[in-house]
């Protein structure tokens, strides 16, 4: 509904016409519980096509009326909600339109990933730089949990065009054969035909034979960041990437025997849980010793250590130890942990009279190190560490010692 107003002078008479105005609808995806956000000024050029005018946004009728109690110009709404467009021209004279906020409900919830986020991958297995891909199969990774499916479609397209009005649809999403490019998802509730367009989808069709280092990883699962260039990933520091360095967290233990290779593409392994795959993980077992200070026996390799003899070696075996190690420890103190400013370093009662003492991240890059501490009591300044993990290795009378310890403020 329109509202027009007149202003008239009398005297000599004059009449000024009211602006010409049109009412609007904004539609914008919105979830359960999150409403939807309009930016109000999407519907100016919905409203009129004049120049010169004053266009303003208010809750109600009598606001807009008199011009009072503006609305910001992002506005959030749980539901489908009616606001009032004021548009006034330079003689005073307005009209009024009515903008129809339409909250089109999504089956889900959730943000959408942004674009070209989480692709999917397929190895070409001929060199012609096509592969098969299963579309449906990646709903969940693409798409918001849904409340209830069978109320919605969703359809995949190659253009956006094709998405937005519904036609040339994929035919066989279970089964694609593409190169590498975007996939436009359409998300349809069936009982209204309101729509939301995902364009995120893509397929990435990989040369599977390239592994540089021969790690039996292939070069593009070297990608660390997920940028799609494995040139800049360097877990261990070292100054070699991963994808030219066979053994990409400096433990000592080859990549090619911190992955399962039964399968046609690499499983990572995660001997201890934590959010790094052992190829990638100094501390393999997660127990406090770095994997390459568990060569006991001293000879270069980790993987034939087994000091309790149960058959698992103990860079994978978090419950095995070695005397030596724990005569060392014995009396030793670190302390505050998790630590903010200064890390003290106590040697008690203990035989020992100097040690050498290294830092090292969880990624094992060495940040600090002092030789020849003489010290009872030691101190290290954390202040200009990043919150994190870190270990703490300590070497005396031919014995090494490793604490881990969290920086945390």
């Not at 999150?34 to 100016?44: N, T």
């Not at 467009?85 to 889900?108: F, H, K, M, N, P």
Request: charged letters at 25%; hydrophobic letters at 35%; a negative charge.
């Amino acid at each position: 509904m329109k509202y027009f107003y007149f202003i008239f002078f009398l005297g000599s008479l004059t009449i000024f016409g009211q602006p010409v105005v049109n009412d609007a609808i904004l539609e914008e995806l919105g979830g359960p519980g999150d409403g939807g956000c309009f930016d109000l000024r999407e519907a100016d050029t919905l409203i009129t096509s004049e120049e010169n005018v004053v266009i303003t946004y208010h809750a109600n009728l009598q606001d807009a009326e008199s011009s009072s109690n503006v609305l910001d110009r992002y506005l959030r709404v749980e539901a489908d909600t009616l606001v009032f467009a004021r548009v006034e021209d330079s003689s005073g004279a307005y009209a009024i339109a009515e903008v129809t906020l339409d909250v089109i409900t999504r089956c889900c919830g959730g943000v959408p990933p942004p674009p070209g986020a989480n692709p999917v991958y397929q190895c070409d297995g001929d060199g012609d730089g096509f592969a098969t891909f299963d579309l449906v199969a990646n709903i969940s990774v693409w798409v918001p949990p849904c409340e209830d499916n069978s109320d919605h479609i969703i359809t995949f397209y190659t253009s956006s065009m094709d998405a937005e009005n519904g036609v040339n649809a994929i035919n066989n999403p279970s089964s694609y054969h593409t190169d590498t490019q975007f996939v436009f998802i359409r998300v349809e509730e069936l009982a209204t035909g309101d729509f939301y367009l995902i364009e995120i989808s893509r397929t990435v069709v990989l040369d599977c034979s390239d592994d540089d280092d021969n790690d039996d990883i292939v070069d593009i699962e070297e990608d660390v960041n997920g940028n799609n260039d494995p040139t800049d990933d360097d877990t261990d520091d070292d100054g070699r990437a991963d994808y030219l360095d066979d053994d990409d967290d400096d433990d000592l233990v080859p990549s090619a025997l911190e992955i399962d290779t039964s399968s046609t593409r690499a499983t990572f392994l995660n001997t201890d849980g934590d959010l790094l795959p052992d190829h990638r993980d100094p501390d393999d077992d997660g127990d406090g010793v770095l994997t390459r200070d568990e060569d006991y026996n001293g000879n270069g390799d980790p993987t034939d250590d087994d000091v309790n003899m149960n058959g698992i070696p103990d860079y994978l075996d978090p419950g095995a130890t070695l005397t030596s190690l724990d005569f060392f420890a014995e009396g030793l103190s670190i302390y505050p942990n998790p630590v903010s400013n200064e890390l003290h370093i106590s040697i008690g009662q203990t035989e020992i009279t100097q040690f050498d003492l290294e830092v090292y991240t969880i990624l094992g890059k060495k940040v600090f190190e002092q030789k020849g501490i003489a010290e009872e009591v030691f101190t290290v300044q954390t202040t200009s560490l990043p919150e994190g993990t870190y270990f703490l290795k300590m070497t005396a009378n031919a014995a090494s010692w490793v604490h881990k310890f969290v920086v945390k403020r």
